[in-house]
């Protein structure tokens, strides 16, 4: 480890500097570990996890059972777009007091359920238990077993206490949420197309594959969860094929619809040429659909060329640029390492939130040999190598923008508030245009 | 509870406690915060202040996980506080619970306490506050901290003529003047906290990230000797006011007055500092003077003003007294906190401002939340909202403004540098209120009028088309995709009948297989009427929203009347409901404007390029009509001729005509303007000003283009005399769905590409692959496998394995190493070969001694499995 920097003893493992450790020597990076505390780690909570999956769906109503924080600081957070109800925009939170606290919230609920119903005529709702409603022991099941019955709506709990796990938990938490929304409708008869999991829509992603799908003759049954309404969600089981997106939040929703529902799945990707290239033809493939790969080869071929056409009018641009990636998982890492090299971008400084093992082996052999690997990094950390590697750019979370911009480093929103879509061809454009708005802006000469 | 639900609250308008302890924290020097509690709280807190001020916010955490939740956290938090020390050397560690920690009755102070028995040298003061989310909002949290901090910090009592400033949460640029107010008043002072340059940091050379800025320690303990205590807050309890404690333990007096916005409460603040001895500098009173000087400038705009300000209760107090003071009508006064104070301290205020114009009702609200915000304020006719960013939705929905002036601002730059203290701050805000209905004013007034006195002399006069086309008319228009800005919700279709025309341009050739080719003039093949008849029953199932049926060509629709006539008919019997529209050179039209207007066609787009024959001449090659063939000038003449004719009948009949102009380099460009002046005095009611296509084989195969801005400054030059269309995308004649996305490839006859024939023996892989795109697995961790095939040049997908699939019915077969490798094996046994990133000794000689061969790589999945089976 590089003499420079000061690292918390407990956090030495989670860090891995290739230029200090031959391969194969057994060394291996600490991953996939609760958060070092005090530490001023990146990650969020259980309920994060939850929320964010199931907070695209446009029409339910998501009621947050706790105290105000946890509403207040998820509300509509997200760039979800929606081409229909706007309802999963607002927030609704039972507003925990101290008198709930201590008597209990399960009457508040109910209450809450029963305005909702009488005021707003749900037909889903989702309520979603917090850290404290996880200490104080409503049984907020029963509430809303009870709400069920009583009006003939799907109620749904979705029991997410922040400190009972990490990110990825909420995420499993969410996946069982949906499968028990679409229960009743496991015997629908199968019919054409896809359900498109794992994509939230942020800035419209959703539409962009869709769209492509659509292109070449593939209906897209379901979304999951982007732009998805109740209606929409309940087709679900009708679908021949489930496509993966975002691994990490819905590999477990796909396996359990393989299992229950009889739907295989592939993953597949839409972050670069090469992954939205293959992700198509493999889905045209998957089908069987002859029709449907000639046009996929054909449309793919021609947007190729065209991407590749418009990332060469930028590499000048990039020369000699290097940059520091910092997001949620594994698989985004990876794919940013890939879409920079294409750029003529070297990648420094590179870490994760949740990254498993087998993400970080990746990794390390695909960056160059004076590169850093950290596995839910603290902010003194990102700053200590970023600037020893000299990254110029960084490419992260809302919460790391500020620490790159006061060290002069330029920055790229790679998270879920962006407004810019980074899937599929128009996608490439955006990434390049972003990291070039960035980077190559006039700020840098004045303040390095 | 002041909201629209009683159980519920919908979209809040406040945050919890931590949040406000974080930020009261931030005011102290050296300081480093942990919450105790779970992650999530200080990842969301620090979300939110990152996005407001643009700063780092480090803000740690004890990470209490189920066994901390159960066991108590202490273990946590002692080892996070040692964390902290050595990543961040602070002076001072505030310590802020959660709700988590409060519910399960951590006794933060004892664990305190152990953690200084286990380190007798640490420095470092550690400062704990009680703020469990549920107990209050950011306000009370803020407030909390500060009195933790003098309750807390041994005091030195030795008096001293400083003066002890409480401040609320402020942005960093308000802490600023507040302290430049201070010092220009030559007053010895200590204020607490100082948030003027720990969230607003400068651009340094070399970051720091602990700021330099805060009240330091050795600064709060003088304050038990201050001789005043100066708190701005009115609301904030007894017991979370530090000014009250100072006072309860060491006597020194102290007043509360409200945060110093507006003219009263900066004069208020002012002359209490007068009376502790400060002095008003001539600039501060050139300041006053200006302020007011600005408060008559606006008070007339002001005077129209109804606004809704919402947010902490001081902030809420102070910034409806600056609207009343300026005439704006503060209808709506709303907090999220609970606050009962608040009505009694402003009722009489705003009764009085409200009387001044007439305005009856008005609202004062605690404990609210932005649903009911936005209901009271649609009722109230609210035209400026003032408050922090959470306020945007509802302000987007009721169509007004938000000053953004109150944490968070989230949408928008500069929430560190908000200004509103004193009179310099007072005046920004006034400012940017008057502007906001000055704007509405500017932006509206014309429209209004217009409305209300133009329109109705207009419907109240004679020339009136019977009501009912005109309604049903202006309906297909709203639903054409051409004719509605944007375009993009509803889909037409190209009806490729009319394979003749009867005009030679010099601009076209007109193909009729060209599928990937999209322009005029294009199309695969020619229909008849019943083909397409059958072809629009087949679209109307697929295609949502098809409202238009359009005849396009791929020649000109008036030349083969007959077609054209037969297919319209047809398609009417079928559904009475879809638009006609189509497209001609308008020579034939004299002949056929009052057949088309039987034939229920609602639009149509005639083509004219010039208005002049010399000009017209030049675009034309020739002209077909009645039986000869016109060329130069003449040919120009009865063309132009026939179209104007035309386009007057049809504009008379109530069709909505388009008019498409070509612009041609060298030849029409300087003409256009001429072109639509005479169109629109004959009733057309839209112009689509185009860029030639160049087409091989065509007259003006090689002429210059013109370029897309100069068609964009001559569309915006006409736009003067005509409604102008931006999103024109010159459609093929056989063109389906909506504008921007042709769907037509889809119902032509195939082209013939089917998969290429293998050149070598076909050959199965198995692929380990956690991402699905890249071999990135390990052979012994993969629970499922990717199965491929290829022959050496092509690589397809087949199916995915599941390994338990493939499990021969012991229930315990997966906790045995062995056997988990055996079921592997049989998932692949009929592959040829097996990738993965790695693979173990032992799976490799099993795989082998089966003949199966072993890649281990990392690549595109397509990749490998093709270089594999070439080899």
């Known amino acids: 480890m590089s003499g420079s920097v000061r690292i918390l003893e407990e956090r030495k493992t989670s860090i891995l500097d290739k230029a200090m450790c031959c391969n194969g020597n057994g060394k291996e990076i600490g991953c996939e570990k609760q958060s070092v505390s005090g530490a001023v780690s990146q990650r969020a909570c259980v309920y994060c996890g939850a929320r964010v999956v199931l907070n695209p769906i446009t029409d339910a109503y998501h009621i947050v059972h706790g105290p105000i924080g946890c509403a207040s600081y998820t509300w509509d957070i997200r760039g979800s777009l929606s081409s229909g109800a706007e309802i999963y925009r607002n927030s609704y939170s039972t507003d925990l007091r101290e008198s709930d606290i201590i008597f209990g919230g399960e009457k508040k609920l109910a209450a809450a359920i029963d305005e909702l119903v009488e005021k707003e005529n749900p037909k889903l709702i989702f309520v979603y238990a917090t850290c404290i409603v996880g200490v104080i022991g409503d049984d907020i099941e029963a509430v809303c077993r009870l709400a069920e019955e009583k009006y003939g709506i799907r109620v749904i709990p979705v029991k997410a206490p922040g400190f009972s796990g990490t990110k990825s938990l909420g995420y499993k938490i969410a996946c069982n949420a949906i499968m028990r929304l679409i229960a009743p409708n496991r015997e ?31 209906p897209v049954v379901s979304t999951v969860t982007g732009d998805a309404s109740f209606e929409s969600l309940m087709r679900m089981p009708s679908a021949q094929l489930n496509i993966v997106q975002c691994a990490g939040s819905s590999t477990y929703l796909a396996n359990q619809l393989e299992e229950q529902m009889g739907i295989p799945y592939i993953k597949v990707s839409f972050f670069g040429v090469e992954d939205t290239t293959s992700s198509l033809v493999r889905i045209a493939q998957a089908l069987g659909d002859q029709q449907a790969l000639s046009k996929a080869l054909a449309f793919t071929a021609e947007e190729s060329e065209k991407a590749k056409a418009f990332l060469k009018t930028y590499l000048p641009k990039f020369e000699g640029k290097k940059a520091a990636v910092y997001v949620g998982g594994g698989f985004k890492a990876i794919s940013l390492i890939r879409q920079f090299r294409e750029m003529g971008i070297e990648t420094v400084v590179v870490g994760t939130q949740t990254g498993q093992k087998e993400d970080y082996e990746i990794i390390e052999q695909l960056v160059s040999d004076d590169t850093v690997i950290l596995d839910d990094a603290n902010p003194a950390e990102l700053e200590e190598f970023m600037l020893e590697k000299g990254a110029d750019i960084l490419v992260g979370g809302v919460k790391e923008r500020p620490l790159a911009y006061k060290l002069g480093i330029a920055f790229c929103d790679h998270n879920h508030e962006r407004k810019h879509a980074l899937a599929g061809f128009e996608g490439i454009r955006n990434f390049t245009r972003e990291v070039n708005l960035s980077l190559n802006s006039p700020v840098w000469e004045f303040c390095r | 509870m002041g909201a629209n639900l009683v159980n519920l609250n919908v979209n809040p308008c406040k945050m919890c406690m931590p949040m406000g302890a974080v930020s009261a924290f931030y005011g102290l020097k050296g300081c480093m915060t942990i919450l105790h509690g779970s992650q999530g709280c200080a990842t969301y807190i620090r979300r939110h202040m990152a996005t407001h001020y643009n700063e780092p916010v480090d803000v740690a955490s004890s990470s209490l996980t189920e066994e901390g939740t159960v066991f108590g956290g202490e273990t946590n938090l002692i080892r996070g506080i040692e964390n902290l020390i050595s990543l961040y050397s602070p002076e001072i560690i505030g310590v802020a619970t959660t709700c988590l920690a409060e519910t399960i009755g951590e006794d933060v102070g004892a664990i305190i306490r152990k953690f200084y028995d286990a380190h007798p040298d640490a420095k470092v003061k ?44 402020l942005s960093p640029a308000d802490f600023r003047q507040l302290k430049k107010l201070l010092e220009s008043m030559g007053l010895s002072y200590i204020l607490l906290p100082d948030l003027s340059e720990n969230l607003d940091g400068i651009h340094e050379k070399h970051y720091k990230r602990i700021k330099s800025g805060g009240t330091p320690l050795g600064e709060i303990a003088r304050m038990a000797g201050a001789k005043y205590t100066i708190e701005l807050s009115r609301f904030i309890s007894e017991d979370d006011s530090p000014a009250q404690y100072l006072n309860e ?230 639903s054409h995709p051409c004719y509605t800005c944007g375009g993009g919700k509803y889909a037409r279709m190209h009806l490729p009948v009319a394979p003749k025309c009867n005009i030679q341009c010099n601009y076209c050739v007109r193909k009729y297989d060209c599928p990937n080719e999209s322009r005029p003039g294009v199309t695969t093949q020619v229909l008849t009427p019943e083909e397409a008849l059958e072809k629009y029953k087949l679209v109307k199932k697929q295609v949502e929203n098809l409202t238009v049926i359009g ?122 303007e001429e072109v639509i002046k005479k169109v629109r005095d004959l009733g057309a009611y839209i112009s689509n000003i185009m860029q030639m296509i160049p087409v091989a084989g065509s007259a003006f195969e090689n002429m210059e283009l013109v370029s897309n801005r100069e068609i964009s400054e001559i569309r915006n030059k006409c736009s003067v005399d005509l409604k102008q269309m931006y999103h024109c995308r010159q459609c093929r004649a056989d063109a389906i769905g909506t504008l921007d996305n042709d769907v037509s490839i889809e119902f032509r006859g195939g082209c013939g590409t089917g998969e290429e024939q293998a050149a070598l023996p076909v050959k199965k892989y ?64 009929d592959c040829s070969g097996v990738l993965a990133l790695r693979i173990g000794n032992a799976p490799l000689e099993k795989l082998e001694s089966k003949g199966i061969k072993a890649v281990t790589t990392y690549d595109r999945i397509e990749n490998a499995v093709k270089q594999a089976a070439s080899q």
Request: aromatic content about 8%.
């Open chain 2, 766 to 829: 198995a692929v380990a692959s956690k991402s699905g795109m890249l071999v990135d697995q390990h052979f012994g961790h993969a629970d499922t496998f990717y199965i491929y095939e290829s022959d050496g040049t092509t690589a397809r997908f087949v199916e995915k394995r599941q390994v338990n699939h493939y499990c021969t019915g012991k229930e315990d077969c997966l906790d045995d190493k062995q056997s988990k490798m055996d079921l592997i094996l049989s998932t692949v046994a």
């Open chain 1, 188 to 218: 629908l008869p199968k019919g054409k197309g896809v359900n498109i999991l794992g994509d939230f829509n942020l800035a419209g992603e959703m539409w962009i594959i869709k769209s492509y799908l659509e292109r070449i003759g593939i």
């Open chain 2, 551 to 672: 005849i396009a060509g791929p020649g000109d629709a008036l030349a083969n009347f007959e077609q054209t006539r037969d297919t319209l008919r047809l398609i009417r019997e079928y559904d009475p409901d879809v638009t006609f529209c189509l497209s001609t050179n308008g020579l034939m039209l004299p002949l056929y404007a009052q057949e088309l207007v039987d034939l229920g066609v609602s639009h149509v787009t005639v083509t004219i390029n010039a208005v002049d024959v010399e000009i017209g001449a030049k675009i034309y090659k020739y002209v077909d009509y009645m039986g000869t063939r016109y060329t130069g000038v003449a040919a120009a003449s009865i063309l132009l001729g026939n179209q104007l004719a035309g386009l007057r009948y049809l504009t008379e009949h109530g069709i909505i005509c388009k008019v498409n102009t070509v612009v041609l380099r060298g030849i029409n460009e300087e003409h256009i």
């Open chain 2, 126 to 169: 550690i400062i704990n506050a009680s703020s469990a989310g549920y107990a209050g909002t950011q306000y009370e949290g803020f407030f909390r901290v500060l009195r933790a901090v003098v309750e807390q910090t041994p005091m030195d009592t030795n008096p001293s003529q400083s003066v002890n400033i409480i401040a609320p949460m």
């Open chain 2, 249 to 478: 333990q060491f006597g020194v007096p102290f007043e509360r007055l409200a945060m110093p916005a507006g003219i009263r409460d900066t004069d208020a603040l002012i002359e209490k500092l007068v009376e502790l001895g400060g002095r008003k500098t001539p600039e501060l009173m050139r300041e006053r003077g200006r302020y007011i000087d600005a408060m008559i400038d606006s008070h007339k705009y002001c005077a129209l003003g109804r606004a809704a300000v919402f947010g902490e209760p001081d902030f809420v107090y102070s910034v409806i007294r600056l609207c009343c003071e300026n005439g704006v009508i503060p209808v709506l006064a709303a907090t999220g906190s609970v606050c009962p104070a608040l009505r009694p301290a402003l009722e009489e205020e705003i009764r009085k401002c409200a009387d001044r114009q007439l305005v009856e009702k008005t609202v004062i609200l605690d404990d609210c939340d932005f649903d009911m915000i936005e209901s009271v304020s649609r009722e109230l006719g609210v035209n400026v909202m003032i408050g922090s960013s959470d306020g945007r939705r509802a302000a987007h929905r009721l169509g007004v403004d938000l000053v953004r002036c109150a944490f968070p601002i989230h949408d928008r730059v500069g929430g560190q540098r908000v200004r509103m203290i004193g009179y310099g701050g007072s005046l920004n805000l006034l400012d940017q209120i008057a502007n906001i209905l000055l704007g509405n004013q500017e932006e509206r007034f014309r429209g209004e009028i217009y409305d209300s006195f133009f329109e109705t002399a207009r419907h109240t006069g004679q020339a009136k088309k019977p009501e009912g086309t005109l309604q049903t008319i202006a309906q297909r228009t709203a």
